[in-house]
């Protein structure tokens, strides 16, 4: 039933370790992206792929990949983590030809570095 | 470059009207969007207006867009309780895929 669903809901992590976020959605879309939300709420796009195709990378430090290994995934490993990095990841998805680019959101993954 | 902004708290009282306002400095924002975040969970889309309307209403929601002064506003009627939530204004541009939010407004409902 789940549109756009990520896992884990939770990650707390030491500094220095490799982590992944999964995300999938069942909607048919063709396009996914990753969000970052800090500790003061502001929502800041990271990354888009439309069709397993890097479209979007809003100057996000080379630790951060996003991977689509197809249209319903796109998963976001992050290396060597930092405090900084601690904050709410969000996944999206949206149909490209529609004009008005209603994005549908995941629940979040609240990410902890300790 | 594009900026959005929003105030930070609003607090009503259940059943009155809420107005939550955003700017923006695009003017090539195309579509403009509210969407909430309640405790704990994702964004959901509420309402969304293109840039050729200046109103658009849905139930107890209403839209307003001036253009000219590139300023959006959230209009919900007869407030309840379960409306609390972080309301994000949101921009894009037609065929662009990139969402540019808001600060977000920490709306509070009291009894």
């Known amino acids: 039933d789940t549109a756009v669903s990520q896992t884990p809901k939770y990650l707390v992590t030491q500094m220095g370790n490799d982590k992944s976020i999964k995300c999938e959605q069942n909607?048919?879309?063709?396009?996914m992206y990753w969000y970052k939300q800090d500790s003061k709420k502001f929502l800041k796009i990271m990354f888009s792929?439309?069709?397993?195709?890097?479209?979007i990378n809003e100057t996000v430090p080379n630790r951060f990949s996003p991977k689509s290994p197809d249209k319903a995934h796109l998963n976001l490993h992050i290396n060597s983590l930092e405090l900084g990095d601690s904050a709410v990841y969000f996944c999206?998805?949206?149909?490209?030809?529609?004009?008005?680019?209603?994005?549908?959101f995941g629940p979040g993954t609240r990410l902890t570095v300790l | 470059g594009e900026d959005v902004e929003q105030s930070l708290f609003l607090s009503v009282r259940e059943g009155d009207s809420s107005v939550i306002n955003c700017t923006y400095t695009?003017?090539?924002?195309?579509?403009l969007y509210w969407y909430k975040q309640e405790p704990g969970a994702g964004l959901q889309l509420l309402t969304y207006?293109?840039?050729?309307?200046d109103m658009k209403q849905d139930q107890r929601l209403t839209v307003l867009l001036n253009k000219k002064d590139k300023h959006l506003s959230l209009r919900i009627a007869d407030t309840q309780t379960g409306d609390s939530a972080i309301y994000f204004c949101?921009?894009?541009?037609?065929?662009?895929?990139?969402?540019?939010f808001g600060t977000g407004t920490q709306l509070k409902v009291e009894l």
């Open positions: 999206a998805s949206s149909h490209h030809q529609r004009d008005n680019n209603e994005q549908f």
């Open positions: 909607l048919g879309h063709d396009t």
């Open positions: 792929y439309n069709n397993k195709e890097l479209i």
């Open positions: 695009d003017s090539s924002s195309t579509y």
């Open positions: 207006i293109f840039s050729n309307m």
């Open positions: 949101a921009e894009s541009r037609t065929g662009g895929n990139k969402l540019t």
